[in-house]
């Protein structure tokens, strides 16, 4: 496995160590690009590599994405920042992390309540929350009309080889 951090712009972090290329952690592959980190937990005398990225949101602001949960800043702490799960006003999550200067897990509390938030990222490569429920005033009636007509179809189509 290689080791890869690179500085994000937005938290001016300086890098542990830095790699080009791509590093591989249990099933997924990461590239190095510039809002990539790896935060280094210490457990057992071994290295364990858990990469964060920094997600710049439409409105401008910068949430850290750690284990498929977004974390926005909380406050300063003389020993480093604390970040809170950012659906703490929504459901009240008490998850959070406390990072250093170079962005080591200091103590964490992953424990959440919710399924993880979905992101996506624009062409323009800001990214933007996709809401669980869907905005049907958005989509034409006439359109809704056809889909369901065609659900049917398939519907009675399935019951018909039964």
């Not at 790896?38 to 005398?45: G, K, L």
């Not at 990469?51 to 300063?76: A, E, Q, W």
């Not at 950012?86 to 897990?105: F, I, S």
């Amino acid at each position: 496995m290689i080791y890869a951090t690179t500085v994000c712009k937005e938290r001016n972090r300086a890098p542990l160590s830095y790699s080009p290329y791509i590093f591989i952690h249990g099933f997924g592959i990461y590239s190095t690009c510039r809002a990539i980190y790896s935060i280094y937990e210490w457990s057992s005398d071994e290295k364990v590599c858990i990469p964060v990225s920094c997600i710049n949101l439409v409105g401008g602001k910068c949430l850290i994405k750690y284990n498929r949960y977004t974390y926005g800043t909380h406050c300063r702490l003389k020993h480093g920042d604390r970040w809170r799960c950012n659906q703490y006003v929504q459901t009240g999550c008490k998850a959070h992390l406390v990072l250093d200067e170079r962005l080591n897990v200091l103590k964490k509390n992953e424990v959440h309540h919710h399924a993880p938030p979905l992101y996506l990222r624009r062409i323009d490569g800001l990214y933007a929350k996709v809401e669980k429920k869907p905005n049907l005033s958005a989509i034409p009636v006439s359109y809704l009309k056809a889909a369901y007509k065609e659900y049917i179809k398939k519907v009675s189509v399935m019951t018909r080889a039964r």
